[in-house]
């Protein structure tokens, strides 16, 4: 096991300079160590800032090993208005249960979000620097969504109590409104057609995660099920599902594989129908794989996610290649996760 | 555009749930004080640049977007926004023709 100084992680550039040139020879060379570290850290935070969307995947278990473990949470009151401000803040990192179940809901489904990131994939937050969750509830009257406007907060409706009811009651819409953040942060998947599917897709992966992972269910047990707590008697049983998803509901089918894909101009391309495809190839990869899905298909994708020849116009070709090689590359070429992650997409027709 | 009557659609795409929701209605059919919102409220709007307000940035996700028609005897204007450029003088018609929305069709090609 490499030997780690908490150096590495607390102190500023002028003490371990100083510690550098007077400590004695263990701490001298940790505070060495630690100066390396914090300039690749800045070179890298520089590199960031010159990019529209930072975090290269390179730095993303160096940067988590450096801060990390505790969510910093906003909760806002909308008060049913419309206007694309922050309302009322209503409950803060650290602070107790409100009144109100849609600013709890809300806070702890951020945790739940943000607990499955930490522990399962050693990313902090959003932009695995720590970024702050804002959630903005109440928005609108009858509002009958949950959106990530791209600006760091996720808005939530009450819902019309026909298409969807309270939407902070859905701890996997919640992770699927994040991960799109952490999309906007790491491929910044274009919102359009194959790539505007894939970050439809991923978002549902992962948010389903967030609640096979809070409620410790295995693949097996899962529903596959997205927005079972939230819809309303329009769109039950849910809004979509990864195992079936031509029957999730009355009105949203979605394909399950190529020879399915639905071209349309709507909805910019058709994201939220054709990201059935990449959706039923992670459940089927999850289930040949069973146990934990986290623990396989989960960092698979997130591996993917990271991986800088997938490209921001990606198809699904190419992100399940990337897929393909992720899987070879933490698991082995012949390994059986590798095998499933080819079969799941051939599966759907991809590869 | 000016007139006395109009016949209003709304189709509105997107969302998380991704299911195309649609209204419409015509100024004939409302009580006259309502007419005269409406129209009103088109009359103060120009549709063709509405669209070209601000947007959510790249990035964004799960937003709504709205395709609106308005046919009068003078003629047919649409406009496509995001529900961000939505102006506030449409907000109203806008949650009146969402209340009565149902679920349609996606439209395919």
Request: net charge negative; hydrophobic share 35%; proline share 5%.
């Amino acid at each position: 096991m490499p030997h780690r100084c908490s150096l590495h992680c607390i102190l500023p550039p002028d003490l371990l300079f100083k510690l550098a040139r007077t400590g004695d020879e263990e701490v001298r060379e940790s505070a060495l160590r630690a100066l390396s570290l914090d300039h690749t850290f800045r070179q890298a935070r520089a590199v960031r800032a010159a990019r529209p969307a930072p975090a290269p995947a390179e730095l993303g278990g160096l940067l988590a090993g450096v801060t990390g473990g505790s969510p910093q949470r906003f909760i806002y009151d909308e008060h049913e208005s419309e206007a694309h401000v922050l309302g009322t803040l209503v409950r803060s990192e650290g602070q107790p249960p409100v009144a109100d179940v849609a600013v709890n809901d809300a806070y702890d489904g951020f945790g739940d979000t943000y607990k499955f990131y930490w522990e399962v994939l050693k990313r902090n937050s959003i932009d695995d620097r720590g970024m702050p969750i804002d959630g903005l509830v109440h928005y609108g009257s009858h509002y009958d969504n949950a959106f990530w406007d791209g600006e760091g907060h996720m808005w939530f409706g009450d819902g019309d109590g026909k298409m969807l009811t309270q939407t902070t009651k859905g701890i996997d819409v919640i992770g699927h409104e994040l991960t799109h953040g952490v999309t906007q942060y790491t491929l910044q998947l274009v919102y359009q057609g194959q790539s505007g599917a894939l970050n439809e897709s991923i978002s549902d992966c992962m948010g389903s995660l967030v609640m096979q992972y809070a409620k410790g269910q295995t693949a097996e047990d899962a529903s596959w099920l997205i927005g079972a707590d939230i819809v309303g008697p329009l769109l039950r049983p849910a809004l979509r599902s990864m195992k079936d998803p031509r029957n999730p509901n009355p009105h949203g089918a979605q394909p399950a594989k190529m020879s399915e894909y639905v071209h349309t101009a709507e909805d910019n391309g058709g994201v939220h129908t054709n990201s059935g495809i990449p959706n039923h190839a992670f459940y089927l990869v999850a289930s040949a794989l069973a146990g934990h899905a986290w623990e396989g298909a989960g960092v698979i994708w997130y591996d993917t996610m990271r991986d800088p020849k997938v490209k921001p116009n990606a198809g699904f070709k190419q992100f399940a290649q990337g897929t393909l090689r992720a899987a070879q590359q933490r698991f082995g070429t012949t390994s059986g996760e590798a095998d499933a992650v080819r079969a799941g997409w051939e599966g759907v027709e991809v590869l | 555009m000016a007139g006395r009557h109009a016949h209003i659609s709304l189709r509105r795409t997107g969302g998380l749930a991704g299911v195309p929701m649609e209204a419409a209605l015509d100024t004939r059919e409302l009580a006259p004080a309502k007419a005269r919102e409406v129209l009103d409220a088109l009359g103060s709007v120009d549709l063709d640049r509405v669209g070209a307000a601000k947007d959510w940035p790249q990035g964004a996700a799960d937003a709504f977007r709205y395709e609106l028609k308005v046919q009068r005897e003078e003629g047919t204007q649409a406009a496509s926004f995001s529900e961000r450029q939505l102006p506030s003088e449409l907000e109203p018609l806008v949650r009146t023709l969402m209340d009565q929305a149902q679920p349609a069709r996606r439209r395919e090609g």
